[in-house]
């Protein structure tokens, strides 16, 4: 039979705080769901083959490779896409600091970070930079080599714990 | 420094938000994938599984059978074949009779979903006839049967290149101490976490329009232009913003012009997104490069000659090549003086997929040989390889032998700062192990190596006598300003440097400015983002529009205010009398000003380099307006049971000339590391041995590239040393940081276990065998012993500047064509 004319599969999860109800060809990723039947083309895709973290979404509040996860799987599931980041037009204080540091390069593997380092600092709010690596050690990025990434999560979370938080200014600058 | 209007800077230099941050942190940049059309199809490519043969036929009866399916495109849809260089036309969209590599783009299909597509594709039966493989360089320069192509310089030399600048043998003669080594760059790819994606619209009034992950619009259009036989002024390009480039995306692609087509055949959308895998085989990457190199120096370390041959394995076809061929000899010296130069390179047509431009295009590979290199001649002479190098390097605003106008030369200044922050005085010993880094349980050792890098090529693509870049604006009576430029942002920033420069010169905010770019229906061309050419080209276009626009706006305001035009001053987004700076008037009332006078204000900036001194055949490639200058430590530990090395810390100076945003330089430096990193450690385009020609591992999980777990700690220092030709002083940063990593990283590596490794990537298996072979007495070095015998063309002779040359050859001597 054609796939293009298979019958599709129906859920309905709740997708970045707000209910969500999809029709999908059932054989569909998560991924391909989010894109192509919701029309978040936030999340972005690097292999789909669960190499390269970057499309990473939080499923209950924990990150997943949606290219690994099918979209019948999120049936009653809370999912949370960079679309869901921001609030009210105030960006995530995590959005703030990629923008501010030029943690987003070509911003390409930028969604998948924010949500990985949105699940860490809420995990542990005063993450140690070792933490961070290891917390993104799943995600790849070709433009950044990972620094500005780190510094960013490191600022984010400092004003999360409402602690200010000034940049170094070899951050910005590099050193004397 | 000033913004030419008599002010402080406001904007330059000052480390603003990306004016797309917002966007790329939200997930509203549209790639090229995110484009989606009502009746949009869907396109796969069946990419040849054979390395080498002849197309014998092609069945797409049961494809074209299947339900879904709109159209199937083979090789006799395009007879007409392109190629980026205009002496490298060597490229059908989908190929004609032959076969070159695996992954060769055989036949099309476009259908309701991609699903479908792929089903179809598989589908497709094709017959093919087997020819001799030719998978490497050796192979390249013996086998002249079956030819891969039917030009070139003989068999399956696709480029040989023979060029003498004075007399080397001469050099030698006057040399205290010649050394000659044999180095080896394995090739690797650009990686790009988007995959690569087009899509295509053609218009009922039959106008084409291409959205796709290119850094070349430009490129893109004349080729689609060629191949398709459509009037270029019935093709629109637009460069979507690129999921990271690294120069993966500067040739025009098969898939760009499969899915033009289709859509011109369907009359929908099509859409190309390449999976991983077609990713690995489009490649265009670093070319491997066998090397060998001799220099003559003086006891203090002062090259007297330098003859450097490479040898390039180019891949299936053309690409960049010729180019790349010319850039592996270069820009040896731009760095320290080279009296007299000789350098000869051929490129080798193989079985694999096309080698073109990375980061760096041409030069890490023998800027890691030379680096290394140097670093021997100074232990044989027993000098501290920081400070030989600090001792000899080239004069600013000179001509080096082989006609290359350096102008600015900060190099000095990052050796000195790198020296002092990494503490090498203290560190570095010729002992290796090195005594003073060594504990009980670790053997860590410092190395060091210095580069430069062009800002943008003297020379287009394609002859023309037009500017390389130009930029247009258009102010309204409102106060909006908009920037219209051919340039496209892969995420270095080039939209953002496009508003803070006009921003500065119009004193207005950058996020006041509206950034419209890489559309060949509304901006005017810029060549492309290659080159590191962007901030300098574009920079100094958007200054000369910019600065025309201010002096309408000036005539205007000094009129209204009666004060004398030289009184006239921009910031804060007002135009006023700087002796009486409260008189004024806002700056949307200076464009009302200036539009009731002159009429709608628009105005245009164009950007040509200068001409290069270097007159003779070859001259075209090396030339630039202005070259960076990087200078890096590399602190290392290398494990003596398992063969790893671990890069700690690298210490990065690189001479920005000025920085426009110095956050987005840190960002360029900081991802140059890495990528020098994963070049040295880990990434190679390796291919299986059983002459299939396939690639070992053409996933983002095997292919290895650094993760948070490998990237080091890296210090970074900004040397500021305007360059007259560069927009503000500011010179390049995107690709020139790369080039010191590898080398500097090799360095250390010898100098922590005394082993050299001359191979790149230095892998733990390469490492433990040659400390091995070192407790055995045997040579303690990993890399090739020898470079093939090549029958050269005589070289073209050319007398230096200090021979009192005049830039061509020597018209005694025939020259080879």
């Known amino acids: ?176 | 420094m000033s913004n030419g209007n008599g002010k402080p800077l406001n904007v330059v230099g000052k480390p603003f938000r990306k004016v797309d941050a917002r966007a790329k942190c939200t997930g509203q940049t549209k790639f090229a994938d995110d484009i989606i059309l009502p009746r949009m199809l869907a396109c796969k490519i069946l990419r040849s599984h054979e390395p080498h043969a002849l197309i014998k036929s092609i069945d797409i009866s049961k494809a074209l059978a299947l339900p879904g399916v709109f159209a199937i495109l083979t090789g006799k849809d395009f007879p007409i074949p392109y190629g980026i260089l205009p002496v490298s036309q060597d490229e059908h969209a989908l190929c004609v009779d032959k076969v070159r590599f695996v992954g060769d783009p055989v036949a099309a299909v476009a259908a309701i979903d991609e699903d479908v597509a792929f089903d179809a594709m598989n589908l497709i039966e094709v017959e093919y006839e087997r020819l001799q493989t030719i998978t490497s360089i050796e192979e390249g320069l013996l086998v002249d049967e079956p030819r891969i192509h039917e030009y070139g310089d003989g068999g399956n030399v696709h480029k040989k290149v023979s060029l003498e600048f004075g007399d080397v043998e001469e050099g030698f003669a006057e040399a205290d101490l010649v050394r000659e080594d044999t180095f080896f760059y394995e090739g690797n790819t650009h990686l790009p976490l988007e995959q690569h994606a087009a899509v295509a619209h053609f218009d009922p009034d039959e106008k084409l329009t291409v959205w796709s992950s290119t850094q070349t619009p430009h490129y893109v259009h004349r080729a689609l232009t060629k191949v398709l036989g459509i009037p270029a002024s019935h093709i629109r390009v637009i460069a979507t913003p690129n999921g990271g480039g690294f120069g993966g995306k500067s040739d025009p692609f098969n898939h760009e012009v499969v899915v033009s087509k289709l859509a011109m055949i369907t009359g929908r959308p099509v859409k190309c997104t390449l999976t991983r895998e077609e990713v690995f085989y489009c490649h265009r990457g670093r070319h491997p490069v066998l090397m060998h190199v001799k220099t003559g120096v003086k006891k203090d370390g002062a090259i007297t000659a330098m003859h450097f041959k490479s040898f390039l394995d180019g891949g299936a076809y053309g690409s960049y090549g010729v180019a790349s061929t010319f850039y592996t000899g270069a820009l040896q010296t731009v760095t320290y003086d080279v009296p007299r130069y000789k350098f000869q390179g051929a490129r080798v047509f193989t079985n694999k997929p096309p080698c073109g431009p990375k980061r760096g295009h041409g030069t890490p590979q023998p800027r890691y040989g030379l680096e290394v290199h140097l670093d021997k001649i100074a232990e044989q002479l027993n000098l501290d390889p920081a400070e030989m190098r600090r001792q000899h390097l080239v004069p600013a605003n000179s001509v080096t032998a082989n006609y290359l106008r350096i102008g600015s030369m900060g190099l000095g200044a990052c050796i000195d700062k790198i020296v002092e922050g990494s503490d090498w005085k203290n560190k570095f010993s010729w002992s290796t192990p090195n005594s003073a880094l060594q504990t009980p349980d670790s053997r860590k050792g410092i190395g060091i190596a210095c580069s430069s890098y062009i800002c943008g090529a003297g020379l287009p693509i394609y002859w023309n006598n037009m500017p390389q870049s130009g930029v247009q604006l258009r102010l309204d009576r409102q106060g909006g300003v908009c920037v219209m430029c051919g340039s496209t942002d892969i995420g270095q920033g080039s939209d953002s440097i496009l508003a803070y420069i006009v921003a500065e010169i119009l004193g207005i905010d950058p996020f006041d400015i509206r950034v419209v770019t890489a559309d060949t229906d509304l901006t005017p061309v810029d060549l492309g983002s290659y080159s590191s050419r962007v901030t300098l080209m574009t920079g100094n276009a958007a200054i000369q529009a910019a600065e025309r626009a201010r002096e309408l706006l000036t005539i205007a305001v000094a009129e209204k205010l009666s004060v004398p035009i030289e009184n006239i001053s921009f910031a804060d987004r007002r135009a006023f009398d700087v002796e009486n700076p409260e008189i004024g008037v806002s700056f949307a009332e200076a464009v009302v000003l200036a539009e009731s006078k002159f009429g709608t204000i628009g105005t245009v900036g164009s950007y040509s380099p200068p001409r290069s001194p270097g007159k003779y055949k070859g001259a075209g490639v090396g030339p630039s307006p202005a070259y960076s200058y990087s200078a890096a430590v590399a602190e290392v530990d290398v494990d003596p049971l398992t063969g790893i090395v671990t890069v700690e810390r690298v210490w990065i100076a690189h001479d920005i000339g000025k920085s426009i945003n110095p956050v987005l330089v840190m960002g360029q430096v900081e991802g140059s590391v890495y990528m020098g990193l994963g070049e040295i450690l880990m990434e190679e385009m390796a291919y299986r041995a059983n002459r299939n020609a396939v690639h070992k591992f053409p996933s983002m999980l095997e292919y290895k590239s650094p993760t948070t777990m490998e990237m080091c700690d890296v210090k970074t220092y900004l040397i500021e040393d305007p360059d007259p030709n560069g927009p503000f002083g500011a010179k390049e940063v995107g690709q020139g940081p790369l080039l010191p990593v590898p080398p500097a990283v090799a360095n250390a590596v010898y100098n922590a276990v005394g082993v050299r490794i001359d191979e790149v990537p230095i892998t733990p298996e390469k490492v433990l065998k040659a400390l091995r072979d070192k407790e055995r007495g045997r040579d303690p070095r990993f890399g090739p012993d020898s470079v093939p015998n090549v029958d050269w063309p005589e070289p073209l002779r050319v007398l230096t500047p200090a021979e009192g040359g005049d830039g061509k050859e020597m018209p005694s001597v025939a020259v080879h064509s």
């Open chain 1, 1 to 176: 039979m054609q796939k293009g004319t298979q019958q599709k599969a129906h859920i309905s999860f709740t997708l970045n705080g707000e209910p969500a109800e999809v029709a999908f060809a059932p054989h569909k990723t998560l991924l391909e769901v989010l894109r192509e039947d919701l029309a978040l083309t936030g999340t972005k895709h690097g292999c789909e083959l669960g190499e390269c973290g970057t499309c990473t979404v939080l499923v209950d509040g924990k990150s997943i490779l949606s290219c690994l996860m099918l979209g019948l799987d999120a049936e009653g599931r809370e999912v949370i896409t960079v679309e869901g980041l921001a609030a009210n037009g105030k960006l995530h204080p995590l959005q703030d600091t990629f923008a501010d540091l030029g943690a987003a390069q070509c911003g390409y593997c930028s969604p998948g970070f924010l949500l990985a380092a949105k699940e860490l600092i809420e995990k542990s709010p005063k993450p140690s930079r070792d933490e961070i690596k290891e917390a993104l050690s799943g995600n790849l990025c070709r433009c950044t080599g990972y620094i500005k990434i780190y510094e960013a999560v490191e600022l984010a979370a400092a004003r999360m714990r409402g602690e200010p938080m000034e940049l170094p200014r070899e951050s910005l600058y590099g050193l004397e």
